[in-house]
Each structure stands twice: as structure tokens, then as C-alpha cells.
């Protein structure tokens, strides 16, 4: 046999199967229906693999065919792994669109057969195969039969309907003419037009042609022009190298125009401003930037649900969205609908339910998820069609006809999910979400079940997790493990939601809308956040009023005495980030406030004798009140109390003893919380001695003070005097997941600490221990473990077998000279995401990397790390690798450089990994990686 058979048929296969594949893996990730083709074509596949390899198991030649056979080996593995991934989740419930820990399954598998084929350079190819007709022909059978791709989507997926647009769009926007400097797209709300602008922003084409250029997306709205400037001139900043940290030295309006009007002259640009609306026309007057090149290589796209105003604005092209036709529809309404079936019989009664949709992509998508759960039940079908019928009827205009249909999706909803979509519109428009904070209002509003002052963010993203699926939200941000982070609401959508919630559930939200006052009323909830309010009104009354949200209200810093009292029904009261500076009395009133949030407010005491009456308070969230000095005396009162949070008190000086026998507490935050000058001090409670009062002797605070808060599963202290840790301190702790233990006078951990096994994130601050002990390997649970300033750390144990550990950062240790070699041992840290190595002055090479090691492994800092030379051996093998930061280590960054002795390490590392190696700092990634609380 031709021993040119095997690097044949790969070369024949790599050009035809192996990208076909690729493009139908992308495709997955967006579409049901090409998971489904995905998973038909690979079975095809597997065959010729099969056969391939029986056939270059009869070759005997002794030139390569070894690594031929030994790549082919691993493609076939790597297909019959992505075969498995496929089949694992052909029938994903709900949305596919939000399934993103599918989505990112399925990406995996893809990086991995894109590496395993960019190392077919190392496979002769050259040799012929025309005499293999048959498997070429064979090959060629399997791609005439491949789904067609409609677009190369990069983080959205393409409206069906809009290919034709997302082509045109594209070429305008590449385009050379003069007539295509400012291009629109106009349409109602809900048909597409963000879709289709991202879709093409993402495209290869586009990156490409903007590589060197500047890309900035403004949503704009009814954003202020001064908001919109600050964001153009951030986004310029983090974009343009020698930019970096300009924007620090320019504050005021004009040197912020300056700064961006330089900026735009000097690069290419491709802006765009999405959501346009009257009054806009500032923003697009102060783009109109001369530029020293052909001002036709730079772009503006504006997208408006008015197209007269695109026409005032000078656009000259404009693409009009138009509604699905009904065949379009129905393939978009399919995908959402029917997950896990045909309609079969219930086809023409679905057919006319999405054709009642008008064609409109939003609508379709939001009905036929609701639908999806209602898949057999012909009954609720004809239900949903008479309501999407009489919508026509009963709401002549269009955009009450829009409201109707989407009102639908809401009603679907339990009452438990209806109420947590509702709250998205008490924020602003185009506000982008934390989930923390939404999962927060939704846990004290009781719709998580019992409140609980931790692990809500788990349930909250439960609940979540089903309005994504139900495209009802849109996710923003993921952590690494693929939870949301952030996410925010289709306008539209939240103007369904406002309408209900202020129409039907005694709600005023009137976030973000430069009030300076607000009225009383018989509402149950009140959200003006964002505003410009300086305080309650003095005759406001709201006997009725559980919630009332404040926050970034920068200008409000009075709260009337009169104004507390008729807010007898209150039980959330936030006033972060606001310019309270006293609390009235009347707070006492509010008998059944269960969180009071205070956080980044001038306030320097709490009023003793009325606040603790609050005896069903929860959480008292006093984080970076930096004038805070102390805390009422009488606080053991509060037995209800959950969470404690004085993180960042800078000016604290004295805790009452009465914090100690908070038992019911859950949360304990006082990291970065004491005096400058003096340790933080227990004041004892005042005694009365005829007429003198008796402060009686305070004292430091230790550990073991804290042993009766056995309900803790937060705790976080720093700077705290002990000298030892007491045995039997650590075992009083059973629950506890998160720890940061900031002790710095400690020599040892006691060894009931190993009772902990419940730890998931472990934050040590101990500069004079200088050995981890061994027992540390059994916190098999432990997620994330960061050793910071532990000065005198010689001696690590061999943190490899903590199989759960994703995350592992060691800072500031001053003594630590080597790494354990079991680090890069095969296996080792199967789920590290994550190992960040900084200012580690002694260090000075790094364990070689077996195969095998730190597999899932995506991101390694060695930062101002100046002993460390080279790059450590064996990284290649670090498939997953996409940063390495070598920040401040002047020696590795010199051998990395051009000429130097990992000069071409670091190049393969960039073009066949696509690794991409930091020189300065940067903190996105940390952050990207950064647990929060309550985290898996």
C-alpha cells in the first residue's frame, strides 16, 4: 500500500471534514436544529475515522507514519468526544440561545480539534491520493450533506431573516463611498436591529478591517451627552496604547473633547450608536472629527426606531428592518418552541401562533419560549391564539398590539418568576445588571424562598437562568465556570415590565430619570435610583411602602425626622452610595425594616437608642463608610441580624462587646476595617455609677471572641492582634464557606481547623507563618485559596490534589523560594482555571509542566516575579491557555522578547495557541475571575 495513503486522506480531510466540522460546531452553539445536524454529520464521520485507522494500522513504513498515525489517533478521539458532548445535549431545555454552559462545552471541544488540526504542519501532506478516490469521494458525499451556515456568528447569533441584511450592512460599512459615512438602521423596537449591528461588528471581515482602528459601542438612549463623552473618551482609553490612563488627568468637559477628538483623528474608527433617539443630535454633532487619512475609512452606524430622525441627522444610507415573512417566523419560532419534538399534530395551531407574532423577531422568540414549556397541550394553544388575536382587536395601535404580545410571555411565567422579571425595571434603561445585586433585592423581597443572609446568589441565578431561557433577559457577562455575572433587558421589554409593574402591582420606578423629588402614594415598592434627589419630601407618607431604593443619589443627603415615621410597612431601605451623613430618630419606627444598606456614605454614627429597636433587621450593610467611628452599644439587640458588613471603615475604632453574641448572624465582613494608627478595640457596654459613666477597659478583639457565631459561613477579618489561634476556635465554625483570615501575628493554624471541610474560598493574610500544613490537601471542597503577604512562607504542601480548586493566587511571599514539583505532575489540579504568582522576589523557576497538568488551566500570571528567567518547561501543553501575564518580571520578559532565549516558545505560544502574553498590567482578567459571594 502507498505509505502516502494516511497523510493523504488527512490532507483531504483537513480541507473538506475537519472545517466543515468547525463551522457546524460554531453554528451549534446558537441553533437546536444544527445540534441536531452536528450530531448526524459526526456520526457520519466517525466511519471513515474508523477506517482511516484500520487502514494506516496495515502500513508498515518507518518514515512518519508514526506521528500520522499517532495525529489520527487523537482526531478520532477528539471527534468521538465531540460526538458525546453533541448527544449529551441535542435537547437542551428551553431557549438554546441562553444555554451557554452548552454553548461552552461545545466551544471546548471545538479549540481542541482546531489545535490538534493547526499541528498538522507537522504531517507530510504532500504526498498523492488521487488513487483514493473512493474516500474522497466519500468525504465529499458527507459535505454536501453539511447544514449551509447563514452567517460565522461570534457572540450573537443572526436573526433568521436577516442574512441578506447582515451581508449588506457589511459590505456598506467596508464600503469606500463617501454616501456610507454614517449608515442606520431603523426599524421598530424588538425587529432586530441591535442583533444584526453586534452580529457584524462580530464578524471577521469587520475585525479585520478596524484591527489597528478604534471600535466603540454607545448605547444611547436617553444617556445625558456629558455620560456618553466620559464613555467614548474610556472606551478610546482602553483601546489606544499610548492612551492608557489619560482620561485620570482630564476631568472637566472640555479637555475630555479635547482628548477624543485627537484620538479620532489619529485612528481609523468604526462608532456605533445604538438607540437613538430625539435629542441625540449632540452627540452625532461633535463626531464629525476631520481626519488626516481618507475620512472614508471610518464609520458611524446608527440604529433608530425613527426613521425621520436618521434623515435629520444627515444619514444618507439607511437599511429598514423589515418583519419576518411567515415561513422566516416559523423557523424562528421553532427553534424556541419545540425543543424536544415535532409539533406534529399541533403544527397549524403553532404555525398560526407564531404567525400572530407579525413577523416580529423579539415577539416570536419571547411567545414561543413561553410556549415551550406548554409543548402538548393543545388546549393552552388555542389559548395563547385567542389572546394574540384579540390583542388586534381590543388595541388598535401598534405598540399596545406589541405590549399584548409580549405580555403573553409574562403571564406564561409562575408567580415567583413574574415578580423577579418585573424588578428589571427598577433600574434605568439600558442598565447593565449585576446579578449579585438584583438576586439580593429578590432574596429580602422574599421571592427566593426563606431569606437567608448567604448562598442566595445560587437561587437567584436559578431563577435567572429561567427568564434567559425564556428570552426575557439578555446575559452581558459570565463567570469562568459560564454562571452570569451581569445582564440587562431589551428596552422594549422593560417597558413591559414598567407598564405592568406601575399599572397593576403598586409600583413607582422612575430610575435613572433626573427627578429631583418623587411623590407619595399607595405604592408598595419605589425605586428612583440614579436621580438627582436630595431628600425625602417632608409630607411624604407611604403606609403602604415595603421597599424604597435610593441609591446613586449623589446629591441626597437629608432625611427628615417626619419623613420615617408613616413608613410603618417598610422592609427594604437602600441608600448606598448617597450623602447621609445622620440618620433621624425616627428610624425606630420602622418596626419591620429587615435591610437597611448604608454602603459609601459620609455617615459617622448610628442613632443608639432607636436603632435597636430595628429587632427584625437582617442586614445592615455599612461597607466603606469611612467616617464611621463606632457602632451602637446595644447592638446585641438586633437577634435577628444576618449579615454584617463593615468592609472598608476605615476610621472604626471601637466594636461593642454585643457583636459577639449576634448568633443568628451569617456574614461577618471586617476586612480592610480599623484605625490607621491604633488596632481596632471591643468596647465594653457603659455602666451608670450614680452620675458617672463607666466606659470600663477595652480590649483587642480576638478570634475566639467570636466562637458563639457558630451560624457564620462569611467571615472576614484583618489586621486582628491574636498571637495564637485557640484550639477548638476553628472547629466552632461548621458552616463556614468563605474565609479571609488577616492575622498577622500568628505563627500556626490550629489543627481543628481541618474540621472546616466545607471551605470553598480561603483568603490567608498571615506574614508569620512560615509553613501551610499538610492537612490543607483535605479541603477538597475549596474553589479558590489565596495566600497574600505571608512574608515569611517557605514551605507549601502539595496543593496539586485539591481537585475542586479553580482558582490559586500567592502574593507578597517574600521566602518562598520553589514551588512543589508535584504542581506539574501528571493530573495534577484538574480544575485550575486560574494560578496568579506575584511579587515573589525568591522564586526562581517554576516546576516543569507534565502532561496532563493544570488541564483545564486558562490563565498564569508570573508578575514582578524578578528571579524567574524563563518560561517554565512544558507549558505547551497547557491546551486551554489563553493569558500569560508577565508583568514586572524584567528577566521574562526579556527572554520572551525578540532574540531572547523563549523568544519562539512565546511566538508558538501566541500564533498556534493564540495565548495572549501581558507586559503591563492588567486587571480585567483577575476581575474576570474574582468570586463572589455565595459562589459555586
Not at 93 to 118: E, G
Not at 141 to 148: L, N, Q
Not at 151 to 179: M, W, Y
Not at 305 to 318: E, F, H
Request: aromatic share 6%.
Amino acid at each position: 500500500m502507498d505509505p502516502g495513503f494516511v497523510s493523504g486522506f488527512i490532507g483531504a480531510a483537513i480541507n473538506i471534514l475537519s472545517d466543515e466540522t468547525l463551522k457546524a460546531l460554531k453554528v451549534a452553539i446558537y441553533c437546536r436544529s444544527e445540534l441536531k445536524s452536528l450530531h448526524e454529520q459526526l456520526q457520519r464521520i466517525m466511519p471513515l475515522m474508523d477506517s482511516a485507522q484500520s487502514e494506516s494500522q496495515s502500513i508498515s513504513c518507518t518514515f512518519k507514519d508514526d506521528a500520522v498515525k499517532t495525529w489520527l489517533q487523537t482526531l478520532q478521539t477528539l471527534l468521538k468526544d465531540a460526538n458525546a458532548t453533541v448527544t449529551g445535549c441535542t435537547i437542551p431545555p428551553y431557549n438554546v440561545f441562553a444555554r451557554y454552559r452548552v454553548a461552552k462545552s461545545i466551544k471546548q471541544t471545538s479549540k481542541r480539534i482546531q489545535t490538534h488540526i493547526d499541528n498538522v504542519g507537522l504531517i507530510n501532506l504532500v504526498h498523492q491520493f488521487a488513487a483514493h478516490k473512493d474516500f474522497i469521494d466519500r468525504i465529499d458525499g458527507i459535505r454536501s450533506k453539511m447544514p449551509v451556515l447563514r452567517v460565522q456568528p461570534v457572540l450573537e447569533a443572526c436573526v433568521i431573516g436577516q442574512e441578506g441584511l447582515f451581508q449588506d450592512l457589511q459590505d456598506r460599512i467596508l464600503s469606500n463611498s463617501n454616501q456610507e459615512r454614517r449608515i442606520g438602521i431603523t426599524g421598530m423596537g424588538g425587529s432586530g436591529k441591535t442583533v444584526l449591528l453586534k452580529t457584524v461588528l462580530n464578524s471577521e471581515p469587520m475585525q479585520d478591517f478596524f484591527a489597528q482602528g478604534l471600535i466603540v459601542w454607545l448605547t444611547v438612549s436617553k444617556t445625558p451627552f456629558p455620560t456618553l463623552l466620559r464613555q467614548l473618551g474610556r472606551s478610546i482609553e482602553g483601546q489606544a496604547m499610548e492612551a492608557a490612563g489619560a482620561l485620570e488627568e482630564v476631568g472637566n468637559e472640555h479637555n475630555i473633547k479635547s482628548f477624543v477628538r485627537t484620538m479620532l483623528r489619529k485612528y481609523r474608527f468604526l462608532i456605533m450608536l445604538d438607540d437613538v433617539w430625539e435629542g441625540s443630535e449632540e452627540v452625532l454633532e461633535f463626531l464629525q472629527v476631520p481626519q488626516k487619512r481618507d475620512p472614508r475609512d471610518s464609520k458611524i452606524v446608527i440604529t433608530s426606531r425613527d426613521p425621520g430622525l436618521l434623515s435629520k441627522m444627515g444619514v444618507k444610507s439607511t437599511i429598514a428592518l423589515k418583519p419576518l415573512t411567515q415561513e422566516e417566523g416559523w423557523e424562528l419560532f421553532k427553534i424556541h418552541a419545540f425543543t424536544d419534538f415535532h409539533p406534529g399534530k399541533l403544527e397549524p395551531l403553532a404555525r398560526a401562533v407564531a404567525q400572530e407574532c407579525k413577523g416580529l423577531p423579539l415577539a416570536i422568540k419571547t411567545v414561543g419560549a413561553a410556549m415551550a414549556g406548554r409543548s402538548h397541550e393543545a388546549e393552552q394553544w388555542q389559548i395563547a391564539l385567542e389572546k394574540l388575536r384579540n390583542a388586534d382587536i381590543l388595541y388598535p395601535e401598534q405598540e399596545d398590539q406589541v405590549f399584548q404580545r409580549l405580555r403573553l410571555s409574562v403571564d406564561a411565567l409562575n408567580s415567583n418568576l413574574r415578580a423577579c422579571f418585573l424588578y428589571f425595571a427598577a433600574y434605568k434603561e439600558d442598565a447593565i445588571i449585576d446579578v449579585e445585586d438584583i438576586a439580593f433585592l429578590w432574596n429580602y423581597e422574599g421571592l427566593l424562598g426563606n431569606s437567608t443572609g448567604y448562598g442566595y446568589l445560587r437561587q437567584g441565578r436559578q431563577l435567572l437562568n429561567s427568564l434567559i431561557d425564556r428570552c426575557l433577559i439578555d446575559v452581558v457577562s459570565s463567570d469562568r465556570n459560564g454562571a452570569v455575572r451581569s445582564c440587562k433587558i431589551h428596552d422594549v421589554l422593560r417597558d413591559v415590565a414598567l407598564r405592568i409593574a406601575e399599572r397593576e402591582e403598586k409600583c413607582l420606578f422612575r430610575a435613572g430619570k433626573d427627578l429631583t423629588t418623587f411623590q407619595a402614594g399607595t405604592f408598595q415598592r419605589i425605586s428612583v435610583m440614579d436621580n438627582k434627589i436630595s431628600a425625602i419630601p417632608e409630607d411624604f407618607q407611604g403606609p403602604s411602602l415595603e421597599t424604597l431604593l435610593l441609591s446613586a443619589n449623589t446629591k441626597f443627603s437629608r432625611i427628615s425626622d417626619n419623613a420615617l415615621r408613616s413608613l410603618t410597612a417598610l422592609r427594604i431601605l437602600d441608600l448606598r452610595d448617597t450623602a447621609v451623613q445622620v440618620l433621624p430618630e425616627s428610624i425606630g419606627f420602622l418596626k419591620q425594616l429587615i435591610c437597611l444598606r448604608l454602603s459609601k456614605n459620609p455617615i459617622q454614627n448610628l442613632p443608639a437608642r432607636s436603632f435597636i429597636k430595628l429587632k427584625r433587621l437582617q442586614v445592615l450593610d455599612l461597607s466603606e463608610c469611612l467616617n464611621l467611628t463606632n457602632l451602637p452599644e446595644g447592638i446585641s439587640k438586633l437577634k435577628s441580624l444576618q449579615v454584617l458588613d463593615l468592609h472598608g471603615c476605615e476610621s472604626l475604632g471601637y466594636l461593642p462587646l454585643g457583636l459577639t453574641s449576634l448568633v443568628s448572624l451569617q456574614v461577618l465582613k471586617m476586612e480592610n476595617c480599623f484605625t490607621s494608627a491604633l488596632p481596632i478595640q471591643f468596647k465594653p457596654p457603659t455602666a451608670i455609677t450614680g452620675q458617672i459613666l463607666s466606659l470600663g477597659r477595652s480590649r483587642t478583639p480576638c478570634l475566639s471572641d467570636l466562637k458563639a457565631l457558630t451560624e457564620l459561613r462569611c467571615l472576614e477579618i484583618d489586621n486582628w492582634k491574636d498571637t495564637s489561634i485557640p484550639e477548638g476556635t476553628m472547629s466552632c465554625f461548621t458552616k463556614i464557606e468563605r474565609l479571609i483570615l488577616g492575622m498577622h501575628s500568628i505563627k500556626t493554624l490550629p489543627q481543628d481547623m481541618v474540621n472546616n471541610k466545607g471551605l470553598r474560598h480561603l483568603v490567608f493574610k498571615c506574614s508569620n507563618i512560615n509553613k501551610l500544613p499538610a492537612w490543607m490537601t483535605e479541603f477538597q471542597n475549596l474553589r479558590s485559596l489565596k495566600l497574600f503577604n505571608s512574608r515569611s512562607l517557605e514551605i507549601l504542601p502539595a496543593l496539586d490534589k485539591l481537585e475542586s480548586l479553580g482558582c490559586l493566587e500567592i502574593h507578597e511571599c517574600d521566602k518562598l523560594k520553589a514551588l512543589p514539583i508535584a504542581f506539574g505532575r501528571p493530573g495534577a489540579f484538574p480544575n485550575l482555571r486560574m494560578l496568579w504568582l506575584r511579587k515573589l522576589e525568591m522564586l526562581q523557576n517554576l516546576p516543569t509542566i507534565g502532561r496532563g497538568s493544570m488541564p483545564m488551566l486558562e490563565v498564569l500570571g508570573i508578575e514582578k516575579c524578578m528571579q524567574i528567567s524563563r518560561l517554565p518547561d512544558g507549558i505547551k501543553r497547557l491546551d486551554n491557555l489563553k493569558v500569560l501575564s508577565i508583568y514586572g518580571s524584567r528577566e521574562l520578559i526579556r527572554a520572551t522578547s525578540q532574540g531572547g532565549e523563549d523568544w519562539k516558545k512565546a511566538k508558538r505560544l501566541q500564533q498556534d495557541k493564540h495565548v495572549k502574553i501581558l507586559k503591563e498590567r492588567n486587571t480585567e482578567w483577575i476581575n474576570a475571575f474574582e468570586m463572589k459571594l455565595g459562589d459555586d
